[in-house]
Nanobody, 121 residues
Framework: QVQLVESGGDLVQAGGSLRLSCRASGNALRINAMGWYRQPPGRQRDLVARITSDGSTNYTDSVKGRFIISRDVALNTVYLQMNSLKPEDTGVYYC???????????????WGQGTQVTVSS
């Protein structure tokens, strides 16, 4: 069982920046991947960025060159640095973790509670 706590969402003007944080906790948690998903108003939740245990990253095309995903392995924390924000970046951002726990590496996954990002034009 894993729990995620997100923070960093805010109201910001177009062109501004925000940094989201997500800290994972659990018994003997070993993280394989963490990602950020975005749900715009009235739309489904889609992948924004993902980082795996070897440090490889993936981004949706619309944020490439503007967003950077990173992690602090020791703190089980993932960050999303968002630059040059656009109104279409508005939505609820959810953190997601995949990993294993315990002596026998039980598979686990979890979603964060979501943090609101609003970009004004």
């Amino acid at each position: 069982q894993v729990q995620l706590v997100e923070s960093g969402g805010d109201l910001v003007q177009a062109g501004g920046s925000l940094r989201l944080s997500c800290r994972a906790s659990g018994n003997a948690l070993r993280i394989n991947a963490m990602g950020w998903y975005r749900q715009p108003p009235g739309r489904q939740r889609d992948l924004v960025a993902r980082i795996t245990s070897d440090g490889s990253t993936n981004y949706t095309d619309s944020v490439k060159g503007r967003f950077i995903i990173s992690r602090d392995v020791a703190l089980n924390t993932v960050y999303l640095q968002m630059n040059s924000l656009k109104p279409e970046d508005t939505g609820v951002y959810y953190c997601h973790v995949e990993g294993t726990t315990g002596t026998f590496y039980s598979r686990c996954q979890a979603w964060g509670q979501g943090t609101q990002v609003t970009v004004s034009s």
